[in-house]
């Protein structure tokens, strides 16, 4: 029942935070997003290690049922790396910010095709 729960709300953060990575345009929102659905990953980990009646896993030589530590070791290695890309986003977000003054995708999507049309390129080519 518990583990249940636990999978349940990973399920319902990261339907959150994919709705809100599929409706924003603004560029820190989507950071936002992208890092609510990274703690949606943490909680299926948690949930992922959890047993009924587990103890820490230090072994004393008692006999039992252990909790699985590998999942928290995945769990603490996504903290790090969620951290790191997420800093990253939000840098390059400051960055695109100073040099385009805004962070709404769809004007920094018109941006750059005015910029690839008034080069002579035809406005299809790019991936903007």
């Excluded at 994919?18 to 948690?46: D, F, K, P, W």
């Excluded at 030589?61 to 909790?67: E, K, M, Q, R």
């Amino acid at each position: 029942m518990m583990q249940q729960a636990a999978w349940i709300a990973a399920a319902l953060v990261f339907a959150m935070g994919l709705y809100s990575l599929c409706t924003q345009r603004h560029l820190i929102r989507l950071c936002v997003a992208l890092g609510v659905m990274e703690t949606s990953v943490l909680i299926a980990l948690a949930a992922l290690a959890w047993r009924p009646d587990a103890q820490a896993p230090i072994v004393t030589g008692a006999d039992g049922v252990y909790a699985d530590p590998l999942p928290h070791a995945l769990a603490l290695t996504a903290i790090v790396i969620g951290a790191a890309t997420l800093s990253l986003a939000l840098a390059l977000t400051i960055l695109i910010f100073r040099t385009h003054g805004t962070l709404d995708i769809e004007t920094l999507r018109d941006k750059g095709r005015e910029a690839h049309s008034a080069d002579g390129s035809m406005v299809g080519e790019h991936p903007l």
